[in-house]
């Protein structure tokens, strides 16, 4: 299947063929031209990383038209994330006059302001769009799409309140499209509240272009490890800590020892953070320690490696965090190290995970 039977027009076409999107992922398939054909909701199981944002993204673009209003409010849960989703949003719009903007925290509220006049599809997190709705600096009655994206880390993060209220302020008569990586109850919970019927599309991980590894090891023989899994390999990859002390702890050790590492938490400003995924991204860093917070959003293209330097806190976790490699029918390495006292919580997570994938 190709991108031209999807039902896309001609500049939708141009724009992919510039972008060099040759053939459509499994989740565009499905949900294009449905969004295309009908006025539906939808719940769309599918990890960053399987072009969930065009699979939204090009049938909004298609048919929303240029009428100097908010047609279209996409949440996500983090600013490096609304930040991506606007920049993909604009590459595939080609040459159609539609006006997106993003919003979110650590930048200017009142240039902001400005540049949502005449908007017609905002990306924004929910503590800046309710900043924006308390001041009235926002109209969103006119909606014919809400997108909630990565609601499962809305979730973890505490923002489904903050997405709720947000609701509240938009109109009935709008398509809500509501994505995540898992599904938990509180997420399916939230459908059936907002969604009066909904599609549910899910699309299978990339796991099995994931390998995935784990090693017991007690912490002292941690460090040593993951200095071999470095060497032995051609590494470009994500280093999971659980706390920010341990992030900046790791990024130290590893930079003594002649690595090219950064650490990577939620404390560093946003220049700072996006200063170093720049880098990150360019490759002229190869390793980036972070805590599961900082990483959220985080869209990044070949990674080999994930480690999971500490064990994650659940399986959502896990998934998220394996889930940046072995993307783009390119394969990837995910190694868990597992302390002895964690086995017993390993195993477990690895059964749910079993049931949930």
């Given at each position: 299947m190709?991108?031209?039977s999807l039902g896309l027009s001609?500049n939708?076409?141009k724009?992919?063929?510039?972008?060099?999107f040759?053939?459509?992922t499994?989740?565009q398939?499905?949900?294009?031209p449905?969004?295309?054909s009908?006025?539906v909701?939808i719940?769309?199981q599918?990890?960053t990383?399987?072009?969930k944002?065009?699979?939204?993204?090009l049938?909004?673009?298609e048919?929303?038209?240029?009428e100097?209003?908010i047609k279209a409010?996409?949440?996500?849960?983090?600013?490096?994330?609304?930040?991506?989703?606007?920049?993909e949003?604009?590459?595939?719009?080609?040459k159609k006059?539609?006006?997106?903007?993003e919003?979110y925290?650590g930048?200017?509220?009142k240039?902001?302001?400005?540049k949502?006049r005449?908007?017609?599809?905002?990306v924004?997190t929910?503590g800046r769009l309710l900043?924006?709705i308390k001041?009235k600096?926002?109209?969103?009655?006119?909606?014919s799409?809400?997108v909630?994206d990565?609601?499962?880390e809305?979730?973890n993060?505490g923002?489904i309140?903050?997405v709720e209220?947000?609701?509240?302020?938009?109109n009935?008569?709008?398509?809500?499209l509501?994505?995540?990586?898992?599904?938990p109850?509180?997420?399916l919970?939230?459908?059936?509240k907002?969604?009066?019927?909904y599609?549910?599309?899910k699309?299978k991980s990339?796991?099995n272009l994931?390998?995935q590894?784990?090693?017991?090891?007690?912490?002292?023989?941690?460090?040593?490890l993951?200095?071999k899994?470095?060497n032995e390999e051609?590494?470009y990859?994500?280093?999971?800590?659980?706390?920010?002390?341990?992030?900046?702890?790791l990024a130290?050790?590893?930079?003594e020892?002649?690595y090219?590492?950064?650490?990577?938490?939620?404390?560093?400003?946003q220049?700072r953070?996006?200063?170093?995924l720049?880098?990150?991204?360019?490759?002229?860093?190869?390793?980036l320690?972070?805590t599961d917070v900082?990483?959220?959003?985080?869209?990044?293209?070949?990674?080999?490696?994930?480690i999971?330097?500490?064990l994650?806190?659940?399986?959502?976790y896990y998934?998220?965090?394996?889930g940046r490699?072995?993307r783009?029918?390119k394969?990837g390495?995910?190694i868990?190290f597992?302390e002895p006292h964690?086995y017993k919580?390993?195993?477990?997570?690895?059964r749910c995970?079993c049931k949930?994938?």
């Amino acid at each position: 299947m190709d991108f031209k039977s999807l039902g896309l027009s001609d500049n939708t076409l141009k724009a992919l063929k510039r972008k060099g999107f040759k053939k459509p992922t499994k989740i565009q398939e499905k949900i294009i031209p449905i969004l295309l054909s009908e006025d539906v909701n939808i719940v769309g199981q599918a990890q960053t990383g399987t072009g969930k944002t065009a699979a939204f993204g090009l049938p909004i673009i298609e048919k929303i038209n240029d009428e100097k209003e908010i047609k279209a409010l996409i949440l996500t849960p983090t600013r490096e994330l609304a930040k991506q989703v606007a920049e993909e949003l604009k590459s595939l719009k080609g040459k159609k006059n539609l006006k997106i903007v993003e919003i979110y925290g650590g930048k200017p509220i009142k240039e902001q302001i400005y540049k949502l006049r005449g908007a017609n599809i905002v990306v924004g997190t929910p503590g800046r769009l309710l900043d924006h709705i308390k001041r009235k600096t926002i109209n969103l009655k006119n909606l014919s799409y809400f997108v909630l994206d990565e609601a499962d880390e809305m979730l973890n993060m505490g923002f489904i309140e903050d997405v709720e209220e947000i609701l509240k302020h938009t109109n009935d008569d709008k398509n809500i499209l509501l994505f995540s990586a898992t599904l938990p109850r509180e997420i399916l919970n939230l459908a059936k509240k907002y969604m009066r019927d909904y599609k549910l599309i899910k699309v299978k991980s990339s796991k099995n272009l994931i390998e995935q590894k784990h090693f017991k090891v007690s912490n002292s023989e941690k460090f040593n490890l993951l200095c071999k899994i470095i060497n032995e390999e051609n590494f470009y990859g994500l280093i999971f800590c659980k706390t920010r002390e341990d992030v900046k702890n790791l990024a130290r050790k590893l930079i003594e020892k002649g690595y090219s590492a950064e650490a990577f938490h939620g404390k560093l400003s946003q220049f700072r953070r996006e200063k170093i995924l720049k880098r990150f991204k360019m490759k002229k860093i190869n390793i980036l320690v972070s805590t599961d917070v900082a990483a959220r959003g985080i869209d990044i293209e070949g990674l080999t490696h994930v480690i999971n330097y500490s064990l994650p806190q659940n399986p959502e976790y896990y998934v998220h965090r394996i889930g940046r490699t072995g993307r783009a029918g390119k394969r990837g390495k995910a190694i868990t190290f597992v302390e002895p006292h964690e086995y017993k919580k390993y195993a477990h997570m690895k059964r749910c995970l079993c049931k949930k994938l």
